[in-house]
C-alpha cells in the first residue's frame, strides 16, 4: 500500500517540466541515460555488432533555410500576440521543428534541417482566432504545437501549397479555468501539461488521473487532438472518454461545445474534434471529468507462463469487471529485455510473460477489487510476484524514452508502434506484426527483436504497444519506412486500427481511408472544406496533402 506521498504526481514527475525538453531526444537532457551494461553486452548476441553512428550535430551548427515570412508578416503577428512572442531565431525554429518518433530524432541529426518559419505565441483563445483568421488571409500555415511529444509527424513543419508555415506555440495557454467539485467537472486551458493538471487540481483534493507515457511534457490540448489513452486507462479511462466539453478555434468560426452530460441534440460535434490533430482548428480549452484524489495506490506483479495465458487473463479481467486502475502484460520477450535493464540476467533468460497492476482509490474498495483480480489472475494460471516489480514500474513509468535514445546513440534503431484488435483476433495480430517486421529487416539483412505488451484493454478487446530494436547498419531511417509501410499494410487487412492513441498525423494519413472507408473520408474533407477552407491548419496531418 501507497499513501499520497507516493503517487504518480507527486513522487514519478517531479518538476521535470521546469526544464525545455531536450532540443533532439526526450526529456530533460540532464537525465539522458547510458546503456546499462547488462543490455549493451546482450545487444551483439540479439542484433549483431553495428557501427556507432556519428555523433549528432550540435545545435548551433543546424543549418536551416531562411524564414519564408516577410516584415510584413512579422509585423502583422506581433499585433496580436506582441513582438516578444514571435521567435524567428534559429534555436527557436529547431525546437519547434517536429515531434519524438525516432524518424524525428533521426532528421535532427543531420546538419541541414526543416522548421517552421516563426514561432508564435498566443496568451488566449482570442488571440488565437485572430492569428488564425490572419493565416488564412496571407496564405500561412499553421501547425498547433503543444508540449512536442507526437510521435506519428503531427507536428512536421509542411508548408503544403501555403509560402510559409508557423508553429503556434500553446504553452502561454495554461491554467485551471473552473472546477465544479460538486460535478466533478474541470476546465484547463489547452496549454496545461500533465503535470501542471495534476498539482492544480491536487491543490482542491482532486485528480485527473491520466498517465501516458508523455505526461511530463504532453498537454491537455494534445491529449484531446491526438485522443490520447493513458496507463491507468482501465480504470479512469481513455482520455476522450474524460472529455466533456471543448472550446475551440477555427478559421471560419468558433465552437463551444458541451452543454451536458448527456444529449440527443444531433451528432456529437464535441467528438469530432477529440482526435482532430489540429487539422480543423486548436482546441483552447477542455472541460474534462475529475475524481477525487485516491487515499491508496496497491500494486502487484504477476507471471504467467507465456503470452497467450496472459492475454487470456486479461480477458477475463475485462469482462468481468473487477476494476484494476492498471493492468499491463508484457510478453516473453518485453519480459526478458526489462529484466535484463535491472541485471537479471538469469532470469531474462527464462521463459515466462509478465503483469503489472494498480488498484486506486478508497481503502477498502481498493482492496477488494485487488482480491477479485487477483482471485481471476490465479485462476488463468498467473503466480503473485509481489508488490516490488510493479512499483519499480510505476516509478519508472515515464522514462523508456531516455532508453530510445540511449539505443540510438549506439547505433541501434529504436522505434515504437501500437495498434489495437478484438480479444479473438489479438494473438493472430500480433504473430503477423512481429513477422512483418522481422522479415521486414531481414530482407535488408538486418537482425531485429520485436517486444510487445498489452497496454490498454477493453472488454471486446485490446491494444498491443510494440517496441522494434534493429541492428541496422545503413541509413535507418530508409530502412524502417518500408517495414513501417508494411506494418501499416497488415493492420489494415488483419483487423486492427492503425491507431489506438498515437493518432493519424502524416506518418498514417495514406492508410485512412483503408480503415475508415471513401465515405468516411469524404466527411471529414467536407468538414476541413467547411472550417478551414484556405487550407492553412496543419496541412497533410490526419488527411493527406490535396484532400482540403
Known sequence: MVDGDTSPTAASVGD???????????????????????????????????PKPEAAVDLDVVELEPSALDDADRAALAAIV?????????????????????????????RRQDAPDAVVSPADHAQIVEVLRLAGSRGIAVVPFGGGTSVVGGLDPERGTHRAVIALELRRLTGLVSLDETSGEAVLRAGTTGPEAERLLGEHGF?????????????????????????????????????????????????????????AAGPDLLRLFLGSEGAFGVITEVQVRVHRA???????????PDFAAGADALRRVAQLGTGPTVIRLSDEAETGVSLAQVGRIGKALAKGASAVTIFE???????ERQARTAQVLRESGGVSAGTAPAEEWVH????????????????????????????ANLERLKREVTAAITDGFAEQRAKSLVLCHVSHIYPTGAALYFT???????DQLAAWEPVKASVNDVLMSGGGTISHHHGVGRDHAPWLEREI???????????????????????????????N
Open 16 to 50: 521535470e517540466t521546469s526544464t525545455p525538453m531536450r532540443w533532439n531526444g526526450w526529456g530533460d537532457p540532464a537525465k539522458a541515460k547510458e546503456l546499462p551494461l547488462a543490455v549493451r553486452a546482450l545487444l551483439p548476441v540479439m542484433l549483431g555488432r553495428v
Open 82 to 110: 506582441s513582438d516578444a512572442h514571435v521567435a524567428s531565431d534559429d534555436e527557436a525554429r529547431i525546437r519547434h521543428s517536429g515531434g519524438r518518433s525516432t524518424p524525428d530524432l533521426l532528421r535532427r541529426r543531420a
Open 207 to 263: 485528480e485527473l488521473g491520466h498517465f501516458p507515457q508523455s505526461f511530463r511534457y504532453a498537454t491537455i490540448g494534445g491529449f484531446a487532438a491526438a485522443r490520447s489513452s493513458g496507463q491507468n486507462s482501465a480504470g479512469n479511462g481513455r482520455f476522450d472518454a474524460m472529455v466533456t466539453g471543448l472550446r475551440v478555434a477555427t478559421p471560419t468560426g468558433e465552437l463551444d461545445l458541451g452543454r451536458a452530460p448527456g444529449s
Open 294 to 304: 485516491p487515499e491508496v495506490r496497491l500494486a502487484e506483479a504477476w507471471t504467467f
Open 361 to 367: 482509490g478508497d481503502t477498502e474498495l481498493a482492496a
Open 396 to 423: 519508472g513509468r515515464f522514462n523508456a524514452p531516455y532508453l530510445r535514445d540511449a539505443l540510438l546513440d549506439h547505433g541501434v534503431f529504436c522505434e515504437t508502434l501500437e495498434t489495437a484488435t478484438t480479444w
Open 468 to 474: 522494434i530494436l534493429a541492428g541496422v547498419k545503413g
Open 517 to 547: 472507408g471513401p465515405v468516411g473520408l469524404r466527411i471529414l474533407r467536407a468538414v476541413k472544406a467547411e472550417l478551414d477552407p484556405a487550407g492553412v491548419m496543419n496541412p497533410g496531418a490526419l488527411l493527406e496533402p490535396g484532400s
